[in-house]
């Protein structure tokens, strides 16, 4: 019986230490470790999303002393800071933003229409989503429509059959240029109504699948690129490797889904269909571990500043191959809601 005894013990410490083992080497970022959701009250904080990538991948390990926070030019004290690998940061809204699929127009090269018949392929990334994430889909098109085709949800495959039901082929108007651009700004106001009217607010994330052979009036592309950073949304673009470039455009902004994400802390990846999954984790796993540094602005003005997130002189020393990215600006406005704070 002792020695019975002595063997079961044995056992269960292997096992312990195995289970230890497989912990350490496989650390997960799932909505499994997930506790309750907390409230701050922050009627004028200004969330600043940071990615931190050291050779491409997420740097896990910083703290709220490691970074200097700048408001057109004057450091301001960063009152609150949540880490994505602690699990903190706002629960995420995926947008999938598309243009319909017109034939007899364009090629499909220049627009959205490579995906059609791929979009399943997004689904593997998609069970990386985190417990409280959400993904929606939304579309305009030339002739001047626009939508928004699925409320964000947690059923990863009901928005890829979405996806798909916006690409399936269309016939072509002639009804074409500043109607199509009127539509992509219905499209992304539509989409910030959605992040207003949600209590407390997600981060409104928007992925084009577009190819991005566009151009918009300077004006009109910075007057949405500030009702975007009303709301800290961060817009992001998958593209095609097989889409033509735009190589230049007379009088407006070219790439406007390009130059969306580039203001708003984004970033624009080209992936071939046997890589769109792997894309679409890329984007998941910057945002999972992101970090979200809170700050009361000096004014409430309505007006674009320029914002700066650099580390200390200390940590930059230590994390000489970091590189931090994160939206140009913000425009301070009175927000008289909770803001939600994800403990994820």
């Known amino acids: 019986m002792q020695k019975l005894a002595r063997t079961r013990w044995l056992r269960r410490i292997a096992i312990l230490c195995a289970a230890l083992l497989i912990s350490a080497l496989y650390p997960k970022h799932t909505g499994a470790q997930q506790s309750d959701v907390t409230f701050r009250t922050a009627t004028n904080l200004v969330l600043v999303d940071v990615v931190a990538l050291n050779n491409g991948l997420p740097e896990k390990n910083l703290k709220r002393d490691d970074f200097r926070l ?8 960063i009152k609150t800071f949540d880490s994505g690998a602690e699990f903190k940061t706002r629960p995420l809204a995926l947008w999938f933003i598309v243009l319909c699929n017109m034939q007899g127009h ?30 929606g889909v939304a579309h305009w098109c030339d002739d001047g429509q626009s939508k928004l085709d699925l409320p964000p949800t947690s059923n990863a495959e009901e928005a890829v059959t979405a996806l798909e039901h916006i690409l399936e082929p269309v016939p072509d108007t002639e009804s074409h240029d500043r109607s199509g651009e009127l539509a992509l700004q219905r499209t992304m106001q539509f989409i910030i109504d959605a992040t207003r009217s949600s209590k407390p607010e ?50 407006e902004q070219k790439e406007v889904a390009h130059y969306i994400t580039d203001q708003t802390g984004g970033q624009y990846l080209d992936a071939a269909p046997g890589t769109y999954a792997t894309a679409l984790d890329e984007i998941l796993q910057q945002l999972h571990f992101r970090y979200e540094l809170g700050f009361q602005p000096p004014v409430l003005d309505g007006k674009r500043h320029k914002l700066v997130v650099k580390f200390t002189d200390p940590a930059a020393s230590r994390y000489k191959t970091v590189r931090l990215r994160y939206r140009a600006a913000y425009v301070p406005v009175a927000h008289a809601h909770l803001q939600g704070q994800g403990a994820h």
């Open 70 to 77: 700048l408001d057109n030019g004057v450091p301001v004290p």
């Open 106 to 135: 364009f090629d499909e090269t220049y627009g959205s229409g490579l995906f059609r018949g791929e979009t399943h392929l997004l689904q593997p990334a998609l069970t990386h989503m985190e417990k409280q994430d959400a993904v």
């Open 202 to 251: 997600p981060l409104p994330v928007l992925i084009f699948l577009y190819g991005d052979h566009s151009g918009m009036p300077k004006s009109e592309a910075n007057h949405f690129v500030d009702e975007l950073l009303e709301t800290s949304a961060i817009a992001f673009g998958i593209r095609d490797s097989r889409s033509h470039h735009m190589i230049f455009l007379i009088g």
